[in-house]
């Protein structure tokens, strides 16, 4: 049996009626989950875990690197 992995992230919605900004910034604004988009296939079933392992560190050093507007989300999907 093989997996894919997918990922998603967070983007902000302008949710302003008047649909204002200034400067950049949204007048009123909410963060919402991106769809889910395939980012690595073909995956063994022994080797799952370890593939989500590297991911998920690899997202964590993002997060160092540029803050928690870089974090994802991961799963692992059967095909």
Not at 18 to 24: E, L, M, P, S, V
Not at 37 to 45: L, T, V
């Amino acid at each position: 049996m093989t997996y894919s992995i997918e990922t998603r992230h967070r983007i902000e919605i302008n949710t302003d009626p008047q649909r204002r900004c200034y400067n950049g910034v949204h007048a009123r604004s909410e963060m919402v989950w991106t769809r889910w988009e395939i980012i690595d296939f073909f995956i063994k079933s022994d080797r799952i875990e370890q593939r989500l392992l590297f991911w998920r560190e690899l997202n964590d050093n993002a997060i160092k690197d540029r803050g928690e507007s870089a974090r994802k989300a991961f799963r692992a999907i059967k095909e």
